[in-house]
């Protein structure tokens, strides 16, 4: 699978597999995988110029702004080897960031490629999901489990990490009401995205990701060497 200067945006609402599959491509394939939000906790923790300006907006209890979030992606990117393969987890989220990301893929990013990958999956798989769904507490891991006795993510021991052995924990934000809350709000901004990706003509594969893990990272491997039609 020969492919360079690629970036790859997932989207799809959260608990729908975007981290997990992105977990195959970095083991299997040997892409790259950046977290915003990894990436905020590191310019934060390394006292950066960036890091200081987000530590000081997040005391604030405000959001990080559109723009300092593109502005902390493009620094990331412009470091990668030109043979990079990267995809962008978490970013971008709004049609805001989607239109500041277009501009620079435009100019200072040229050299990659863009490849948007939309997740299928229904409401109600999706609140499922997040209600069965556990983590790794380990900052350094969270490796992501699922509680459904089909599923692939069931870990050995439904109390500890498979990979590091720390405590597997609930996220206070996979509450069902608090999953129906952010499936509506991500959903508002995913139209966004989609309405401004439709209007300047940028392809979207579509991945059924309604399957186990393994189906779906054949799938997604078909799916990116066929022809765009």
């Keep these: ?23 195959l491509c970095v083991q299997e394939l040997g892409w790259i995988q950046l977290s915003t939000g990894n990436l ?19 005391k604030s209890g405000k959001l990080i702004p559109d723009d300092l979030i593109t502005e902390m992606v493009e620094g990331w990117l412009k470091q990668q080897e030109k043979s990079a393969i990267v995809i962008l987890d ?9 239109e500041s ?45 699922s509680l459904s006795k089909d599923s692939l993510l069931l ?22 009401a608090i999953a129906v809350e952010r499936l509506a ?6 139209q966004g995205m989609i309405d401004f990706y439709n209007k300047i003509g940028q392809y979207m594969h579509e991945l059924n990701v309604e399957k186990p893990i393994n189906d779906i990272f054949v799938d997604f ?3 990116i ?5």
């Design 1 to 23: 699978m020969e492919r360079k200067n690629n970036i790859f945006v997932f989207v799809g609402p959260p608990g729908c597999g975007k981290g997990t599959l992105s977990g």
């Design 40 to 58: 905020c906790r590191k310019h934060v923790a390394e006292g950066t110029e960036i890091g200081k300006r987000i530590d000081f907006i997040l």
């Design 90 to 98: 978490g970013f971008p989220r709004t049609a805001t960031q989607a």
């Design 101 to 145: 990301f277009h501009e620079l893929m435009s100019t200072t990013l040229s050299s990659f490629e863009l490849n948007v990958v939309r997740f299928g999956i229904s409401e109600q798989a999706v609140i499922e999901r997040l209600c069965s769904r556990i983590i790794c507490a380990n900052k350094n891991c969270q490796t992501v489990y």
């Design 155 to 176: 870990p050995k021991d439904l109390t500890t990490c498979d990979k590091c052995s720390t405590e597997l924990v609930r996220r206070n934000d996979d509450d069902r």
């Design 185 to 190: 709000t991500y959903r508002h901004h995913e």
């Design 221 to 223: 491997k078909q799916l």
């Design 225 to 229: 060497e066929q022809p765009r039609t």
